[in-house]
């Protein structure tokens, strides 16, 4: 996935048909995901800032928020820059309960 940053305009924020994500929302998932497999941790508040060319970090949360209720991020650590997971797929592990984070790893 590039890096530069998203077009955020009122086409970006439709859905594909059967997605739950709109494409911003997608999009910023997409590269939560492929930093997190990169690097073994996921990027800061301030890279997705950068990546979507919004504002502030406070404007990346308005996308996380959504992100995290429908269960494909999981916040591990209160006021933590990088401690929002990519989960595999929304809901849990059917054996323990516990999310499934990219990588094979736990939060």
Known sequence: M????????????????GDPLTAKQRAILEFVRAKYLERGVPPSLR??????????????????????RKGFLRQVGAGVSRGYLPVTSPGSCPCCGRPQLE?????
Do not use: N
């Open 103 to 107: 990588g094979g790893g736990e939060p």
């Open 47 to 68: 890279e997705v800032r950068d990546f979507t060319g919004l504002s502030s970090t406070s404007a990346v949360m308005v996308h996380f928020e959504p992100l995290m």
């Open 2 to 17: 590039s890096t530069k940053a998203i077009e955020w305009g009122r086409r970006a924020a439709t859905r594909v048909a």
